[in-house]
């Protein structure tokens, strides 16, 4: 009889805490919205440092060699989306993300998982196969384990983390260009790993130790080496209630109790009425080969995504590969590539009460009052607040909209910069406005407008009427939503523009026809387009894409988006005559937005069962969620009703975000230094307050999956009894193994090679296989 072994690590206080979810009286006990699992980490300084621990582990733990002991070479897929702790938050710098950012993004593991006896470890051998700026290298990692975590020492006490050790290098010309080691026993964790290429290009290391001793109590300590900054250390200690940490100069206690920490969740399941899951066909894995190289991908909503090798190397005509799960072949379909995509935007309706508190992105071009202008931006008159993105939301008790924030952008991005106190809008300031206001918000998960009778309301005192959203689509070729011909008045790019702005940036000040440039459109100027079969936008003078292999910077380096377009130039014609005005999109209930670039987000990449007939997946699903009235909790959102957009299981969208410090973990503005994004509050688990509807008034209910917690600092006092881990008890950086050299105790071998593509056993940890055991 196997004896299995959880591979899933936990490092106590420092990025694993266990979260018990409150009784719920519906959907029934049995279904899967009362029994998936719920898993939560601590984010600390400590362990966004060691964030590599927990991405190892999770790799580990999501190929399942527990599961698959004896049973020979397989192929498993792991979720970097899900793994990658750099994929789910980021410093509030790094732009905004496109449509499909919330897609799987796979990563292929070959695993062998061997045990000799009942009385031997448990051994895996694990080769990932990388492509790093187009060149190849291989993970070769070794792992014994010979007790599970929670299994009992000798002594009788509990040991939280298992007996086992890792030894991993990732190899490429012959020498390891990162290698490391992971350890775990009855005393506690030690890992270190060295980088040739850490973060800023330079030679880094890591080391790492973590106790526990009795009663959820322990100590540790961290250290980051890098050639290129200074050396970081920290120590830190815990007990059941506090958790110390000192960096030398900043010796911070913060309170570990759940009642008085944030949570912020990346991750929600979606449940029907009877508590079962709500499953999209968003997309399944497949695979590509070019070059003797297979590349695993993924084929969804938002089109192909795959390594950057493998997606260069993907055009049209391509053929790839569906991954079926049952052991028979998988069905191949022929990919079509264009230099960029059409994004249809269809216009839904919100009451102005129900816009209340929802934040939204917006420019006043016409300037505001100087008055006001001054209260937002110290210096700045009100003909200068055109050139700012300004955050505002409508403030139904003071019957105007607030400013609440402003856009900070310099050459590593732009963040917001939050206003406190927040700035109110008078009737002087919207006058100008009385036609429509727009904007973009993350909460209605695309544009926004309030047209002109909704603004006419408001200016006169009375405030009420509708708001306008938009919900988006991607226009597959030759669909029945695809216009044969569509007319641009704003930001039109074309071809010859395009290869001016590439050819001379400096001179040349943009891609977009010199006829477009002007933001509100009173002339004669216009593109026409002709949107083809093969999914590229021509133009009078060609196809307007940007081409593969471009490098755009500054204000493009997301890539060129157009203004909205129509399909009749005539829906275009100013309402005073005299030329072309592209707010009269707004009014459509349609219109389209076309973007080119060279990344993978800009481009469209479908696939054919047949010439002509895509293959299509759904679309994501809007769902209103009416946020409690508790600003205690829920800050600014609270009693609004907010428009997520669920992507498929584990992936709904749209909860308005805040900034903390990494530091002290307490919120601050989003341009203040390593200012850390994170979501502003969590849906609960709950079956009267975590539930959304659709657009018929249907109830789904709302699980969180993954999230983090964040401590709350206090006083000093508090932690006085707490003992720092000593510095002296770090690993020693020359205790590593090459499991990719013969030489080596480690030696795991060549990587197996398989005589026909090898359909996954394990995606993302489940097995997938009806051999699996």
Known sequence: ????????????AVSTLAISPMAVAAPPAGSPYATDPQNSHVFDETSQAIGKVNMITCYISSMRPDLMVNGGDYVALVNQSRCDPNSQSSTANSGSTSGGSGAPNYQAATVNSLRASNLDPMRAEVWIDQNHQGVPDTIFANLSASAPPGSANPDGTINPYGVFRMDYCDTAAGSCQSQGF???DPTGITYASTDQHGNNGNP???????TKGANDSGAGAVKLADTGAPTVTYQFGYDVNFFRRSDGVNDLCFDRRLSTSQMSVWSYGLYDGQGNRVLLNSGFPITFSS?????QGYAGYWGVSMPPAGLAALTTGSLVQRQNFDGSPGTPYTAVRAGGRLTSYTRQTAALSAFAKVSFTTQFFQGLTNATAAAIMPGTAGNQMGNYQLDAYWDAVAQTFQIDGYMVCSNSGCAMHSLNPVVALSSQDLTP???GLNGWSQSYGGPVAIPGATMAAIIGGSPAGIVYYRTQDLVYPGSANAPPSLYCVNNCPTLTAINGFLANPQTSS???DAGTLNQFINGANSVAYAFGGDGSLGAMDGAAVVPLNAQLGGQFQWGVQSGRMLPSLNALNCPSGGGYCESNADNAAVYYVWETGPNAWDQFVGLQSSPGVYLTFDAPL???FSVPNDPATYGQSAGS??????QGFGQLNGVPGQCVDPVSNAPVSCDAPNARWVPAFSIPYDAVAGVVTDSASNVYYVKWLDAEVRFSQVAGASCSGLALGGLGNLPALNGMHNPSSPADPTYIGSEPVFATPPTPKIIDGVCTSATCP
């Open 1 to 12: 009889m196997k004896r299995t072994f959880t591979t899933s690590l936990i490092i106590a």
């Open 182 to 184: 992971l350890q775990g």
């Open 204 to 210: 880094s290391s890591t080391q790492l130790y973590l």
């Open 291 to 295: 070059g003797g190289t297979i590349y």
């Open 433 to 435: 406005y009385v036609g």
């Open 510 to 512: 943009s891609p977009y």
């Open 622 to 624: 809007s769902m209103n």
């Open 641 to 646: 009703t907010l428009v997520l957009q669920y």
